[in-house]
């Protein structure tokens, strides 16, 4: 089913840099140390003050709890651990949920590479490049000290095989509940009323021949409603939330962190170890257009 033929522009995409640090020890590590970026829907905010008026109010009417990570680059690294570290990040939510969402769940691939980590346990050795959520993207090595020279890091994360830019600007901000706002049910029938601003109109208009609806042969209902039989309409919204909305790669900034792990450390040891990472993270929001920060 073809959801639409118009072409949008690409999605003002923001930078925001980001210094992690913590202070942990062998069993944390061995664990998964979780450090929560506090504050991180402020942090990942547009500043309101820099922006014209027309900006803003597309800004206000963008839900600005949640953003699509375009890529995360890493510019300094310190550890003074004596054995290998992974860092992962908790990127991805499922949709209309709190619930973490897999790279396999959205069918993302990246550019730069997923990072794969070993780890030995009663079953033997095993490789994954993430787990419960966390989605491995850099290591770090034993006494590492790292920064990058000029205004470029080392990229870790860019992702590829997403949804398409049109497909992410012009349906990433419906869920589930909003793609039902504006239609009408009637108890006990086979139809319902759609604003004919709605959505699934537009699908339809594009459809018709595929759903057998010609609806630019007809006109609104009190010039304002189309009348669509109710299985076209469970089946348009269905695809649309299936295939494209379920897809997207949302990232809610509250629920966001890094997880710093590794296989190697001595367990045993109560030795203390301080890690810091700086990152460079790029991230668009959907359906807002050519804004200037």
Known sequence: MELTGET??????YSRRILLHCTTDSAKLAAGQFLKINDAERIFKPDFAITNESEQKDLEGCDLSRGIVSQVEVLSVYSNCDKPIVMGLKLFQRPDSAQAASTKDLRISNNAGWLYSIATNKLGEHASHGRAGVTNIFSIMPFERTR???????VVYSPSNLIGNRYISQYGS???RSLWDGIVQFPNEDFYYLDKNHIVISIVKRNWELLGIPLEQELPREGRYYR???KVCDRVIGELYENVISKIPFT???QMGAVFSSDHVDETSD???NISVELKVSF???GLNDLQQ
Not at 148 to 154: A, R
């Open 8 to 13: 949008a522009a690409d999605n003002k995409t």
């Open 148 to 154: 990058v020279s000029g205004e470029t890091g080392q």
């Open 174 to 176: 419906y869920n589930w």
């Open 228 to 230: 669509i039989d109710s």
């Open 252 to 254: 809610k900034w509250s």
């Open 271 to 273: 030795k203390e170890y």
């Open 284 to 286: 668009t929001y959907p």
